[in-house]
């Protein structure tokens, strides 16, 4: 008898794949390869005991995530693209993990490939609060970047102009704003 019946498929040509080491063995996973685990279940099928295992850790990592991400979010401009994002990701992960699994296999795989994705959305915005962006000198081979180390107040006021001027879109600021530093540092700070 097929495997699949009225198919015609008769499960010739299938493959045994080694399913991945628990996440409780040896060492712990980082919580990307639990994630990327995670999202890859449309092509794999774990055994129920690693769903649940995966479900956990994403559980964990978003109750952890999501609270820190809103918190270094608040310290942003309210009008920053970057801490909008986190924003709305942080409420979609909590979101997710309110919803919870249905019954049975498939509701769970389901469940754990949503966290998946929430995991990662977080991820990417935590990156992205944590990227240094470039005030100026962009148009050239240097990258002229302001911290928050930075003890010039001319540096960082340059730095703020630029900053407001990206977030209206305006290029013809940023250039401007990129010009100045770039000018200022040249003139007072010739070792930076």
């Known amino acids: 008898m097929p495997y699949f019946p009225y198919t015609a498929y008769t499960g010739g040509g299938l493959t045994y794949v080694r399913p991945p ?105 935590r990156r992205q609060l944590e990227a240094t962006v470039p005030v100026a000198g962009t148009s050239g081979y240097a990258v002229i970047v302001v911290t928050d180390a930075e003890n010039c107040d001319v540096c960082v006021e340059f730095g703020r102009v630029r900053h407001a001027a990206e977030l209206r879109y305006d290029w013809s600021g940023m250039k401007r704003a990129n010009t100045l530093l770039g000018a200022h540092r040249r003139d007072v700070h010739p070792t930076r």
């Not at 449309?42 to 995966?54: G, I, K, M, Q, T």
């Not at 401009?77 to 919803?99: F, H, Q, S, T, V």
């Open 21 to 125: 080491a628990p996440l409780a063995a040896e060492a712990p996973i980082a919580i990307e390869d639990v994630v990327r685990e995670a999202t890859a279940m449309d092509r794999w099928l774990p055994a129920p005991s690693r769903v649940r295992d995966l479900t956990d850790r994403l559980r964990e990592f978003i109750g952890q995530a999501a609270p820190a991400l809103e918190k270094a979010a608040s310290q942003r401009d309210a009008n920053d693209p970057a801490r909008r994002d986190a924003l709305a990701a942080a409420k979609e992960a909590r979101y997710r993990l309110g919803i919870g699994p249905g019954n049975g296999y498939a509701s769970a795989i389901t469940f754990a490939r949503s966290l998946g994705r929430a995991a990662e959305t977080l991820l990417q915005c």
